[in-house]
C-alpha cells in the first residue's frame, strides 16, 4: 500500500495545506468562477480542489493514492484525459514527490486549453534536501526556478508569473504529519537548524503561471 493512503486524514486534517496566501493566490491566478474547468493534480486532502469549488470552478481531483478520495486515481506522469480537457490545470505542494517532473509538467500542458498553474517546494540546498529526504521517503527532489522555468518552456508553456511564497509552521507540527521521531527527528532539526527560529521552520514554495503557446 501507497504510504500516502496511511497519511490520508493527516493531510486532510492538516492546518498547514488548509488554507493561506498562496491558496488564494491560485484561485485568482486560475480567474475562479462558474463556467472554469480545473483538474487538481496531486490533490493531497483536497484543500485546493475544495478552495476552487466554493470559488465556483467545476473541478476534476486527481491522486494516486485511493484513500485521499480524488475523482480520478492516477499519476501526474499519466494523466487519463483527451488533449485540452481542462480550462486550467493545477497542482500544490507536490510536484517535488513526483518521480518524471519533467514528464508530469508535459502531461499538464497536454490536458490544459489555457493556464498550468504550479506551486512547489523551492530548492535550497543539499542539507534541506537531506532533511526533507529522511523526514518523508517519498521526497524526490526539489527544484529551482531556472529549472522549473525549464520545464515549462520544454512541455510548450510560456511562464508569465513567479512568485516566492515564505511559508511557516511549527516544527513539531511539520515532523508529525510524515510520523517522524526519535533519533531521525533530531537529525532533521538539527539539518534545518538555521531555518528553525522559536520552533517554527520557514521555507520558500515558488508559484509559477503559465500559459499554452
Ligand atoms: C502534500 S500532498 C498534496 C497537497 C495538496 N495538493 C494540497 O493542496 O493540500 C502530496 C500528494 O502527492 C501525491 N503524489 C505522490 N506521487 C505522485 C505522482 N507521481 N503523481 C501525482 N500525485 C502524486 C500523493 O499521493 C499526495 O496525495
Redesign the pocket.
Known sequence: M?I?NE??RA?KE?RD??SGDD?ELLVRWAEAGPGVRVL?????????ARRLREAGCEVVS????PA?EPDVV????DLPFPDGSFDVVV????PH???DVAL?VREMARVSRRLVLVEDTLYTSERVEEAERLRDP?HVRSYSEAEWRGFMEAAGLRVEEVVMHRKARPVEDWLARTGTIGPIAARVTELLAEHVEGGVFTDTKIMLRAGKL
Do not use: K, N, Q
Request: charged letters at 20%; aromatic letters at 8%; a negative charge.
Open positions: 501507497s500516502w497519511r490520508a493531510y492538516s495545506h488548509a491558496l487538481d493534480v496531486a490533490t493531497g486532502g483536497g484543500h485546493t486527481a491522486d494516486p493514492a485521499m492516477c499519476r501526474a506522469e497542482t500544490r505542494i507536490a514527490h513526483f518521480e508530469a517519498s
